[in-house]
């Protein structure tokens, strides 16, 4: 099967119905299907075969969602590049991944490597939107026996993990991959033809599963930038927003500038691509009189847990499993801070990612009798709801007491003059390592390291305490917006 079908049947079913909507631009599902359509056409003739890995480079804006869907047309596999990366890494990327041709926006032309311009074309998706320009690469560099390989599973795309902690790999899913993804979103998410989703994340990494979600339904998405609040009360009057997805730290904006009012029509306010600090749900809730959902899923099997609860004590929760999901915490070998169950997840189902890419790995070979490890360690309690404490690679081993940053950093965020931290392990002579933190201050805030070192350790337990803080003006991150923790060892 091709994933191109879920959209050429949205627009049979609803060739009328608006499915995206960004600025003063709105594509109806026919006019979706259409650009794509014709995208794809202009692949073709460019010279785009089946199995050429295309890198598609676009804004948070529809030009992405047609170039996705058309080099799907095209029978190529979609390798999706953050347009915030700079020159010379685009290349390393079109190097490693030995792209054959690329598609992007020509605003980011200056970004893309040299190529073969006879090939070159440019075209407008759509009467006033920008123009989407391809590219071949100097010379097709997929060797015959790769470009079989992909074809074999069905590659749709081919994306990265956020390399929070390492190195990002380059993770496949296949077409069937990505549509028992949006099936098991459909089941998981409260998504109906009449719902209004405003869509505030990077386009990039959880799509297209949730947009096919959609599509599946027939219900329409709205595409705009999270750092821009001001707009928020007049996009969700005109647009019936019903639905907000967006990362934490756009709920943290929330609280210095709009009141319930402005958010009244807005059902569900769901948080992803990182924890959610408990200290920002809180004054959400005591604001706005409303509680942020949140969802939980990695690049190889998202997604995975949903906490739709409107109960207090599931607060910061990241939620149960969907249906279709199996989860079980592996022992970490030692005591948890608190004496606690508390494991390793893995996590096992439908949905999984097909193969990681240079070096090439099948997932059968990377599964456990079939678990994923996602390195991410939680605390399950009696009603089967799950807190993400912490990575595998993250824990701090304070002599022989395990202590997650997260749990750290909750504190640390809780005060009124922090805007960002990191906790990492740093070496201490009694204990082996012992916590210390790295702290980006609001704007106009002042705080001494003293101050910082007593609000947090009257708070923590002893073994927990925080040794040591280091001001910083920026907190590194990776291009998803997920801290870099590597850079903040020693």
Not at 293 to 314: F, M, R
Request: net charge positive.
């Amino acid at each position: 099967m091709n994933l191109f079908s879920i959209l050429e049947d949205a627009a049979k079913k609803w060739p009328e119905d608006t499915a995206v909507v960004y600025e003063n631009l709105s594509f109806r599902y026919v006019d979706l299907y259409t650009a794509a359509e014709s995208m794809a056409a202009k692949l073709r003739r460019a010279g785009v075969r089946a199995g050429d890995k295309i890198g598609i480079m676009c804004p948070n804006n529809p030009e992405y969602i047609v170039a996705f869907f058309a080099v799907l047309r095209a029978e190529a596999i979609a390798v999706p590049i953050s347009p915030e990366l700079k020159p010379a890494e685009v290349g390393r990327i079109a190097k490693q991944m030995a792209l054959d041709a690329f598609c992007y926006s020509s605003r980011f032309k200056p970004l893309i490597p040299e190529g073969d311009e006879r090939a070159f074309m440019e075209a407008p998706i759509s009467a006033g939107a920008a123009l989407l320009c391809i590219k071949l690469a100097s010379a097709r560099a997929t060797p015959q026996a790769e470009r079989d390989q992909l074809l074999g599973i069905n590659a749709a795309c081919i994306g990265f993990s956020s390399g929070t902690t390492s190195e990002a790999k380059g993770i496949i899913r296949s077409h069937a991959t990505f549509l028992e993804r949006a099936k098991m979103q459909r089941s998981m998410d409260p998504i109906t033809k009449s719902n209004s989703i405003l869509w505030l994340r990077p386009i990039n990494r959880p799509l297209p599963h949730r947009l096919c979600a959609c599509m599946l339904e027939g219900a329409k998405l709205i595409l705009a930038n999270s750092l821009v609040t001001d707009a928020l009360p007049r996009l969700i009057r005109e647009r019936g927003v019903d639905q907000i997805y967006a990362g934490p730290l756009f709920f943290r904006q929330l609280l210095r500038s709009l009141t319930r009012e402005d958010l009244r029509g807005v059902k569900y306010f769901i948080s992803g691509g990182s924890s959610l600090p408990n200290s920002v749900a809180e004054a959400f809730h005591a604001r706005f009189g409303r509680e942020i959902s949140q969802s939980y899923g990695l690049a190889e099997c998202t997604p995975v847990l949903l906490n739709i609860s409107e109960d207090p004590s599931k607060r910061g929760s990241a939620g149960r499993p969907l249906p279709g999901r199996e989860i079980k915490l592996a022992s970490l070998g030692s005591e948890s801070s608190e004496g606690e169950s508390v494991g390793e997840i893995l996590v096992r189902g439908p949905g999984l990612f097909d193969a990681y890419y240079k070096p090439w790995r099948l997932r059968d070979e990377v599964l456990e009798d079939g678990w994923f490890r996602t390195g991410d360690i939680a605390r399950r309690d009696a009603d089967g709801y799950y807190w993400i404490v912490g990575r595998t690679k993250d824990v701090i081993n304070v002599g022989g007491m395990k202590v997650f940053p997260y749990e750290v950093e909750e504190v640390l965020l809780s005060h009124p003059a922090v805007d960002e931290a990191i906790v990492y392990g740093a070496p201490e002579a009694r204990f082996g390592e012992a916590p210390h933190a790295k702290v980006k201050l609001r704007s106009g805030a002042v705080c001494v390291e003293k101050e910082l070192l007593r609000y947090v350790n009257e708070r923590l337990s002893v073994f927990k305490a925080l040794r040591g803080v280091k001001f910083m003006d920026v907190i590194p991150k990776t291009v998803t917006g997920k801290v870099k923790r590597t850079s903040e060892q020693g």
